[in-house]
């Protein structure tokens, strides 16, 4: 499944810092040796000394953020990427990246030291200003609360066309009913809230409106997720994101984005269907097989025919198995297709084959 390049960056630096004081953590936190170049290297060295979760996801922003540069260059531009690895390795090496290389190599670094953390994509209101341009931030669950936290933001702005890295605290550990008023996720179950604002209301910055969803249990939704594979997490993705009432032109683009990721996975999972039916076709023709060795090899007489009988059953089962999976797949896809009718009709070969052998053998009973 491809995902969207997230590129937003705040265009300046605004927000109150919070009270508890992290000078201690920060200042040790700033710099890794060179030779630690993974994320779990560079995790480890900087929480090896905490105990408390927070301490260590302090380090870990506070290292990002001091180390960790805006790629202006990339603002403009559109991509996709497979695999978060990919991100985190391209940030590593450069030490530069957008939103989308930040919020995985937190998580990464996150995940290296045991703390639950979720990479979270969606829009974002700046300066009192809607910005329909797809951003990626993080959060992190600590003593059964979720918090927020956007380390692109936390590093700095933007400045005449320039990046200027300017560590912001205020975009550290923020409660979701105050990170909501800047950063709408595509998916409302990343409020993390039983009542989750709408899209219009985010939009028009207008948090009063009618337009109000039902209870939400968004935590059993979250635990669920990571049950599900990806073609049903899609789906239910589809479903919360149609729920959140009206949609803007950003987000129509990103259910068409899913959409498109959903005939990606449905097709997957039907080729894995194919495949399975076509292993178990390909067993039941090496059973056929050593039957076919069987008949020329010995001599046909009533001690060993009930064996070859057994032999041509299996070789039978096998193919009504393979005849019944491959009916399960179910595809618009031309190649797949084509295949699986070229498939079918081996099938039938093979059932022509098995017949054909069965009265003979039906023959040398009588």
Same mark, same amino acid.
């Given at each position: 499944?491809?995902?969207?390049?997230?590129?937003?960056?705040?265009?300046?630096?605004?927000?109150?810092?919070?009270?508890?004081?992290?000078?201690?953590?920060?200042?040790?936190?700033?710099?890794?040796?060179?030779?630690?170049?993974?994320?779990?290297?560079?995790?480890?060295?900087?929480?090896?000394?905490? +105990?408390?979760?927070?301490?260590?996801?302090?380090?870990?922003?506070?290292?990002?953020?001091?180390?960790?540069?805006?790629?202006?260059?990339?603002?403009?531009?559109?991509?996709?990427?497979?695999?978060? +690895?990919?991100?985190?390795?391209?940030?590593?090496?450069?030490?530069?990246?957008?939103?989308? !290389?930040?919020?995985?190599?937190?998580?990464?670094?996150?995940?290296?030291?045991?703390?639950?953390?979720?990479? &979270?994509?969606?829009?974002? $209101?700046?300066?009192?200003?809607?910005?329909?341009?797809?951003?990626?931030?993080?959060?992190?669950?600590?003593?059964?609360?979720?918090?927020?936290?956007?380390?692109?933001?936390?590093?700095?702005?933007?400045?005449?066309?320039?990046?200027?890295?300017?560590?912001?605290?205020?975009?550290?550990?923020?409660?979701?009913?105050?990170?909501?008023?800047?950063?709408?996720?595509?998916?409302?179950?990343?409020?993390? +809230?039983?009542?989750?604002?709408?899209?219009?209301?985010?939009?028009?910055?207008?948090?009063?409106?009618?337009?109000?969803?039902?209870?939400?249990?968004?935590?059993?939704?979250?635990?669920?997720?990571?049950?599900?594979?990806?073609?049903?997490?899609?789906?239910?993705?589809?479903?919360?994101?149609? $729920?959140?009432?009206?949609?803007?032109?950003?987000?129509?683009?990103?259910?068409?984005?899913?959409?498109?990721? &959903?005939?990606?996975?449905?097709?997957?999972?039907?080729?894995?269907?194919?495949?399975?039916?076509?292993?178990?076709?390909?067993?039941?023709? $090496?059973?056929? !097989?050593?039957?076919?060795?069987?008949?020329?090899?010995?001599?046909?007489?009533?001690?060993?025919?009930?064996?070859?009988?057994?032999?041509? !059953?299996?070789?039978?089962?096998? !193919?009504?198995?393979?005849?019944?999976?491959?009916?399960?797949?179910?595809?618009?896809?031309?190649?797949?297709?084509?295949?699986?009718?070229?498939?079918?009709?081996?099938?039938?070969?093979?059932?022509?084959?098995?017949?054909?052998?069965?009265?003979?053998?039906?023959?040398?009973?009588?």
């Amino acid at each position: 499944m491809k995902r969207f390049l997230l590129l937003s960056l705040y265009l300046l630096a605004f927000g109150t810092a919070y009270c508890t004081d992290y000078s201690k953590i920060d200042k040790q936190s700033e710099t890794v040796p060179p030779n630690f170049k993974t994320p779990k290297e560079i995790a480890r060295y900087l929480t090896h000394k905490l +105990s408390s979760p927070t301490d260590k996801v302090r380090a870990i922003y506070y290292w990002i953020t001091h180390n960790i540069s805006y790629d202006v260059a990339k603002l403009n531009k559109t991509g996709f990427y497979s695999d978060n +690895s990919d991100l985190v390795n391209e940030v590593l090496a450069s030490r530069k990246g957008v939103c989308s !290389n930040y919020s995985a190599l937190f998580k990464a670094c996150c995940d290296a030291v045991g703390i639950e953390s979720y990479i &979270i994509d969606g829009y974002i $209101r700046q300066n009192g200003k809607l910005i329909l341009v797809g951003h990626s931030w993080n959060a992190v669950k600590i003593g059964g609360q979720f918090y927020n936290i956007d380390a692109t933001w936390g590093a700095g702005y933007l400045a005449k066309g320039k990046f200027v890295q300017h560590f912001n605290d205020a975009e550290f550990m923020i409660q979701p009913v105050e990170f909501i008023k800047t950063h709408m996720p595509f998916d409302p179950v990343w409020q993390f +809230s039983s009542k989750p604002v709408s899209y219009k209301e985010f939009d028009t910055n207008n948090f009063e409106s009618t337009e109000k969803n039902s209870f939400f249990n968004f935590s059993d939704s979250i635990k669920t997720i990571s049950t599900l594979n990806p073609l049903e997490k899609l789906k239910r993705e589809t479903v919360r994101i149609t $729920r959140n009432g009206t949609r803007n032109k950003l987000l129509d683009e990103i259910l068409d984005y899913i959409s498109s990721n &959903i005939a990606v996975e449905e097709l997957k999972q039907e080729t894995i269907k194919f495949n399975k039916a076509v292993d178990i076709f390909n067993e039941g023709v $090496r059973t056929y !097989n050593k039957y076919i060795l069987a008949v020329r090899n010995t001599k046909i007489k009533a001690s060993n025919l009930s064996q070859l009988t057994d032999l041509l !059953n299996q070789a039978r089962q096998k !193919n009504e198995k393979a005849l019944y999976m491959a009916l399960q797949v179910k595809t618009i896809n031309l190649q797949l297709n084509e295949k699986l009718n070229t498939f079918k009709k081996s099938i039938e070969k093979e059932f022509s084959n098995i017949e054909r052998e069965n009265s003979f053998l039906l023959s040398k009973k009588q």
